[in-house]
């Protein structure tokens, strides 16, 4: 016969030597310092209660709800994903709640707080910055969790992420073959998990190309925001002359399209321009970007996918997917051809 | 003493001759005739019952969590609309979450159903369509809805709407000033709220500029989205040559400039546009878009005001209001005129 709850709680605040009420916050993902986080769940390893049962019996019970939760609701990209993730719970009888947390960590623990209150009975994360805080949180929560994007060392989560360092490269290589020699990058912060990915991948790219590493060359937006991503762009403009620039998603591109216009510059013929995400506003774009396409209905729909298995498993293995980058070439790299030849 | 859950139920069920189970239904908003409906309701009225207390007394309990319900989540005007409304109820204690509806009514009869049966406090409901089973399901809702929109006749909730009819009629004013000759229209869908606004608006505008109406000069989109705004453009400049158009959104506008770009004509040269909703989207397209701004922020913030005012006194007397538009002009419908001068 299982423990009943509050066997449970004693039981296990006995052994950690901590109150009942510390047990019942790391039980339910609330705030609690890492040691006293340790010693709880090694109390209830000790005691062999198994961490998801254990969990669940804390639980009111199923909310039939899974939430998702995105750093910008007004990027395409994620609109797209909730789109494709939506479908996939429907259908196994779900209902998704999405969440912008924008890029502060705080509101990604908040989040989680409540998700372990049980307002949702699993979360699809994209957390765009993993605080020392968030990666306690996440080792903490005994709930479902599936992380779009780089884990950092030490989280074992079910995992879907685009290798978006290739992704630069593949961009950094076509603006090569097109003969551009001065290729800069506009960043996201470079704090971020994507943010560091794409720096790795660009500073990688241009020394396997042979070419210098300027440190002019390079700006990081605030946020992955067009708004951030107009004063990024003229920030980059004002102390280097590029003719070709790498942006670390489209709406960064799009801003710096919009900067290079406004100085009277063309697009490609004075500078090329590669985003990153292939979304709408690659497309929309005039002219249309040349984008690198991470696969973001792939990565959802797997997402989702492993979220429902971990739900129907929760002991099933962790498995963590890599999604290979693709590039879309539209007339924003490509100098003196049409649109309609693209 | 209030009436206990199951005498509620069965004194109602008695009283409106029909099942305990019907009862159930209606207080919970799930699907019932509108005649069984009503007899549920006039009994609950006849035996006494307040609304609102009955439904909460049939509820769990308090959720802490408010969902918001739009059309599509891939359009910035939401997702602007979205923060908004997260920052205000945040402030008073609730967590928002997001359900993306498409324009299938459907949906939200669906989503409708899992509010009362206790997955949120309250409701903010942006619906494209009302189908008269989605007025049914507002009727006999009991818990706080607002609508952001125009409601049909006998629709009785608390509601903030813009005059999208007076927005495009100071588009069309605009491009008259402007010299503009052949007005052309791409609205939504006109079987829903916004796209039979919009398209009202248009006509009485013409008319009252004393314009012929001239049907080959509207076309209707399947969708208020990018991508049926490309079809939508494409039909129009395939049965008629427009000197100015008036797009029902921007996103709309966007697609219609990138196929007039692709048959060779230029904006604002060729044919002026005009979008709706200002969004980021009519600043970072080239030209950039003149827009009627329906100030989505600031219904966004009544909006969510209304609805914190109705959860904390269910009796307070419905409130409609209606928000003015302003244009907000840019280079797409100034001809000769450098964007940096507008």
Redesign the interface.
Known sequence: MPPTKKSTLVLVAERAGVSIASVSRVMNGLPASQQVIERVRQAADELGYVPDATARSLKAGK?D?I?LAVAD??N?VY??M??EI?RVVTKAGY??????TGIDPHVQIDLLS?LNRG?ADGLILSPLRFTEELCVQLRASRLPIVIIGSLPAGIELDNVRADSGRGIALAVDHLVEQGRQRIAFINGPVDTAPGAARLNGYLRALTEQGRPLNADAQVNASDFT??AGLKAANALLDQTTPDAIVCANDLLA??A??VI??RGLRVPDDIAIVGMDDT??A????PAITSVDLRSTKRARMAAKLLLRRLENPQAPVEQVVIEPKLVVRASSVSGCA??EL
């Open positions: 909310t709800q939430a609701v007004g395409p609109a797209g909730m789109h939506s209902r998704l709640v999405l969440s912008s409540s307002f067009y708004r799009v801003a399209m919009k216009f406004k709408d506003i497309d929309l774009a005039q649109e309609a």
